[in-house]
């Protein structure tokens, strides 16, 4: 019996630039929008039915690299977060 492969998943590291990680992202972002969140976000969802969002989606290990790689938090899944950068005048 053949074991499969190990899957892979693409991320985006600080630099913007995709790589190759054995684990998925925690977080998902719109390129295009420069924005990240949860994968579970209601807004990205939304988007991801109505079609389109999908082949500008990417995925980050942490929001740390997110942040690094300037993507702003998203309103709807992460209030707080968009909030205190918007406070600091970082959006």
């Known amino acids: 019996m ?41 807004s990205a969802a939304r988007a991801i039915d109505r079609g389109g969002y999908v082949r500008h989606r990417v995925f980050f290990a942490d929001e740390a690299t997110a942040v690094a790689a300037g993507f702003r938090p998203c309103a709807v899944c992460l209030p707080e977060k968009y909030a205190r950068r918007r406070a600091e005048g970082n959006l």
């Open 2 to 42: 053949t074991r499969p492969e190990p899957r892979t998943y693409t991320l985006l590291g600080a630099d913007r630039r995709p790589y190759e990680s054995p684990a998925p992202g925690t977080l998902g972002g719109h390129r295009r929008g420069r924005l990240y969140g949860r994968l579970d976000c209601p």
